[in-house]
């Protein structure tokens, strides 16, 4: 039997983190961290599973090409710890059989957060992790007998999100 609390004390607290996992060289803001899992857990609470999800899309915007440059656009901060928390939701409720991604997705981890956070020098999908996280994560919640449409199951989602958001939330005030 899975120990759920201490499960969303674990991925919660991988959330927050001290340096850049794209480039280990620079430091994650600590306030901003706070802020935005703060945000997170306010629309989770206040306004449910799917606007969290579209929230988290929304913030954690695309990382593009630019054709001047002939290099990709990068992301700020911000946008960073808007993609840290959504994947790991998706890690959480993956683990615990609530959305199924593919077996591979959450394995090499340190390479797919490098690959979320930085993205990848291809012209043509300079974006392929955040892509795919954010179509798993909507099929999987829009699809036929997802957790969406068992209100029993919905509130125990939402309640686990709410719990490892919290977990975050301490990680990234001892940060500070």
Not at 9 to 30: M, N
Not at 48 to 70: H, M, P, Q, V
Not at 140 to 163: A, C
Request: hydrophobic share 35%; charged share 30%; with cysteine.
């Amino acid at each position: 039997m899975t120990n759920i609390d201490r499960l969303c004390a674990e991925i919660g607290f991988s959330i927050p983190k001290d340096k850049d996992p794209s480039d280990p060289t620079k430091q994650l803001d600590p306030s901003k961290q706070e802020n935005a899992i703060r945000k997170a857990l306010a629309v989770l609470s206040q306004e449910g599973i799917f606007a969290y999800l579209i929230y988290l899309e929304s913030e954690g915007k695309n990382i593009t090409w630019d054709e001047r440059k002939n290099s990709q656009k990068s992301i700020g901060d911000d946008e960073k710890i808007h993609r840290l928390i959504m994947f790991y939701s998706a890690k959480l409720l993956n683990k615990l059989d609530k959305l199924h991604f593919p077996n591979d997705f959450f394995a090499s981890k340190d390479e797919k957060l490098k690959l979320l956070l930085k993205g990848k020098n291809d012209r043509n999908d300079p974006d392929p992790i955040w892509a795919e996280l954010k179509t798993t994560f909507r099929n999987e919640l829009t699809k036929d007998g997802s957790i969406l449409e068992s209100i029993p199951q919905m509130f125990f989602v939402k309640r686990i999100l709410e719990q490892m958001l919290t977990y975050a939330l301490y990680r990234a005030r001892s940060l500070r």
